[in-house]
């Protein structure tokens, strides 16, 4: 079975597919040793592990050849958060995820914000942009589309027109030719179920400090639970703990 | 402003203090470094097996040399003004005036010291003494007086006895080291205090032995003149077990 065949199956809707997101072949090296069936990237830890921003200020080159660091050093499928692939241009995008694919990454998050600006990409824009990309770098990459929808919104103002308008994303996406969505801190498992009722592509949710438990949330239809910068920031908060005690 | 080169390497220096040592916590790259600076850390040191592991190359010369340039840049500029040493293996030569040429590049990052280490990397033992002070010669030429140049024997690594003649070869490689322009002495695996004390008495440069798990109290061995503790690759390995742990736990 290729690593793209692979990787897809383990998107099972109400049995999720787990990802520890890790920065560099050896916190990958690390999940894969815990039994992980794929190793995901988060771009943010990406970032704070090497003194970078986040929002594509990661060099691309750094980003690539990192990506193709951890491909080589697990033996399980790859997906890289890769922000807005570098470029809103969807043909310049498309280029970019073709050289990640190069790296042997399985595939990648692809998000709808606009980087370094305000708000969300139109429907018809993220659409050619997942369009291009998916024309350029064949039928089986991953391209996990997430949209920034209850990211880019406090909690408590998530609402029904929220929820439509990432019903009609999803559907866009979907037929623009997404392998997934991905809805992060959307936290509300009614919205997540109808959500995952209406999707075609499997769904994907983001842990966070004081989310749904697993369960909860896999009972909801989601696919794929991912965490985000979280294992980062709690790994490197023990480390601090870890070099008190050293110094003394 | 960002610190001087000159007030870094002097802040580096005064803190090898026999008796009351500098504890470095190793780190990898730029998050790993803020976090021990966050913990209150006066001096930071790379480890070059964690920076192998971390990026997957490898120890022993198998990290790209552009890259251990590239990461240690990216760290001296995210601790200013704290002094960053960064463990340089055996300088990626064995060529004495390329190695210093290495040296001075690695200077160039903004870097205070390095570690130099005399085991023949990726063959076997370590160096006859006479080569291994021509190598530290010419990297004293190559990077001046005041970069801290710390040279490690890997003779307590390579050989288990670990017994009083091999205290005798390490005195030996000690002053010849410190001869031939070393700044600091290095002596990973060394751990009885005994036997630091007759290194420390005998050997006119500051000593820097390694903390393992199950190594004796640090107050013993400040008690005995260490003047540098660091931690090699134990804390790289410490933290990723309890990836290990955590990714178990939310994948199971």
């Known amino acids: 079975m290729s690593n793209f065949a692979r ?24 999940a894969a040793k815990a039994g992980a069936s794929a190793i995901a990237t988060g771009s943010a830890s990406v970032a704070m592990a090497n003194g970078f921003g986040d929002g594509q200020e990661v060099p691309l080159e750094f980003v690539l050849a990192n990506a193709k660091r951890i491909v080589d050093a697990v033996d399980v499928p790859v997906t890289v958060d890769f922000e807005g692939a570098y470029s809103t241009d969807p043909h310049e995008g498309a280029r970019n995820i073709v050289r990640l694919a190069d790296t042997g990454a399985a595939g990648c998050n692809f998000e709808d914000q606009v980087v370094g600006g305000e ?27 997430r949209t920034d929808l ?67 949330v896999a009972a909801t239809g989601v696919a794929r639970i991912s965490h985000g910068p979280f294992p980062y920031m709690a790994l490197m908060a023990r480390f601090e703990e870890m070099a008190r005690e050293a110094l003394g | 402003m960002p610190s001087t080169p000159s007030q870094r390497f002097a802040t580096f220096a005064a803190l090898h203090v026999p008796g009351d040592p500098v504890i470095l916590y190793n780190i990898w790259d730029v998050g790993s470094a ?50 960053l040493t960064v463990d340089f293996e055996g300088a990626y030569s064995t060529d004495a005036e390329e190695g210093g040429q290495n040296v001075a590049r690695l200077k160039a990052t903004g870097a205070v010291g390095c570690n130099f280490e005399d085991q023949v990397v990726g063959g076997e033992g370590i160096h006859p003494l006479e080569l291994q002070v021509s190598r530290i010669a010419a990297i004293r030429r190559a990077v001046g007086a005041d970069f801290f140049l710390n040279a490690r024997t890997d ?9 009083d003649a091999l205290v005798d070869q390490a005195i030996e490689r000690g002053k010849a080291f410190a001869d031939a322009g070393a700044s600091g002495f290095f002596v990973p695996r060394l751990a ?48 990723m077990a309890q990836l290990t742990e955590a990714a178990s736990a939310a994948i199971n």
């Open chain 2, 192 to 239: 009885d205090p005994r036997q630091i004390e007759r290194v420390v008495r005998e050997v006119p440069l500051p000593l820097n032995v390694i903390a393992f798990p199950g190594a004796p109290p640090k107050a013993e061995w400040a008690a005995a003149g260490v003047a540098r503790i660091s931690h090699g690759p134990f804390p790289h390995r410490a933290l």
């Open chain 2, 34 to 83: 803020e976090a021990v600076v966050k913990a209150g850390a006066k001096a930071l040191a790379t480890g070059s097996h964690p920076v192998g592991d971390a990026s997957g190359f490898g120890d022993a010369h198998h990290v790209p040399l552009d890259y251990v340039f590239a990461n240690a840049g990216r760290i001296v500029e995210a601790i200013d003004p704290l002094p």
């Open chain 1, 7 to 30: 990787f897809a199956e383990l998107h099972v809707p109400g049995s999720p597919l787990v990802l520890f997101n890790v920065w560099d072949a050896g916190s990958a090296q690390a």
């Open chain 1, 119 to 145: 708000g969300l990409h139109p429907i018809p824009v993220q659409a050619e942009r997942i369009a291009a990309a998916r024309a350029a770098v064949g039928p089986d990459f991953f391209i996990n589309v």
């Open chain 2, 155 to 163: 003779l307590f690594i390579k050989y288990d006895t670990r017994d």
């Open chain 1, 150 to 216: 209850f990211l880019k919104a406090k909690q408590d103002t998530h609402d029904e027109a929220m929820l439509d308008e990432a019903i009609r994303r999803v559907h866009a996406y979907a037929e623009a030719g997404a392998s997934g969505f991905f809805v992060p801190m959307l936290g509300n498992l009614g919205f997540l179920g109808r959500l995952c009722a209406e999707a075609t592509v499997p769904v994907n949710f983001m842990t966070y400090p004081g989310c749904p438990s697993d369960a909860e």
